[in-house]
């Protein structure tokens, strides 16, 4: 795609996460958009990081830890969005600013161990399966969401802000809020058990960003209405 293209499409984005927020009375500096650049190169990434945009989202470990070398000087923010195996959580912990897929207790220690000192606790959001998808990673209990959170919240590296879903697939706005609604109760839930404030709602996608927003989604996360479709990894 042509700069000038993505960065018209990006544009676009931006313009329907104000005018959805406006809509459904929120402010729109409360959210925020990662680009979602999986399977596309880092020279789209540049173009849009020159233009403005701050944070990347990224699916897979080995993919975002080469086009964050490739792009060292430009101070992305990166997000880890994807399934994360364990041997991994080292690149994690020191390439990202946020993991929005953290889902199990095995992943706690590692992450906080690898996350160096210079630099900030990694933000965590705990991911939930909302539609209990046997498809999709996450916690479908609240017992083991609880159990989840305290680990994260026991570590000094890593510090706990909110919960990650991708619902079902539904192109019905009614269907699609009320799984979004259920992702905003449960956080409400887990924070007032944990006696924890817990900001941020990282929920939205290109098909469902209208109905996330209005649900509450402080973090949005779109890539095909940015970039295009995704064909085949790049790395
Ligand atoms: C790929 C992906 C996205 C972006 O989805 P689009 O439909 O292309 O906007 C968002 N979140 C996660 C977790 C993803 O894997």
């Known amino acids: 795609m042509a700069d000038a293209q993505l960065i018209e499409r990006w544009q676009h984005i931006q313009e329907k996460i104000y005018q959805s927020a406006i809509r459904h009375q929120r402010d729109p500096n409360s959210i ?17 990081a ?19 070398q490739k792009l060292a000087a430009l101070n992305i923010d990166w997000h880890f969005i994807g399934p994360l195996q364990s041997n991994k959580c080292q ?13 199990r207790l095995k992943l706690v220690a590692p992450l906080a161990r690898y996350r160096p000192q210079t630099l900030p606790p990694l933000a965590v959001l705990l991911q939930v399966n909302i539609d209990y998808e046997t498809s999709k990673a996450g916690t479908t209990d609240f ?14 590296r890593l510090s706990l802000q909110g919960l990650m879903a991708i619902p079902a697939i539904s192109s019905d706005m009614a269907t699609q809020r009320a799984a ?24 939205g996608m290109s098909s469902d960003l209208d109905a996330a927003i209005a649900e509450g989604a402080t973090i949005v996360r779109v890539g ?12």
């Open 180 to 203: 979004f609604e259920k992702v905003r109760l449960l956080r409400n839930q887990l924070a007032e058990k944990l006696n924890l404030n817990l900001p941020e709602l990282s929920m």
């Open 143 to 156: 017992e083991s969401l609880c159990q989840l959170a305290q680990a994260v919240m026991a570590q000094e």
């Open 224 to 235: 095909t209405d940015i970039f295009g479709r995704r064909i085949t990894p790049v790395t």
């Open 50 to 68: 020159d233009a403005g945009q701050k944070s990347f989202g990224e699916n897979y470990v080995q993919e975002m830890t080469e086009k964050a």
């Open 91 to 103: 690149w994690v912990a020191e390439t990202a600013s946020t993991i929005h897929s953290l889902d």
């Open 32 to 48: 925020k958009l990662i680009a979602v650049s999986k399977f596309h190169s880092a020279e789209a990434i540049r173009t849009l």
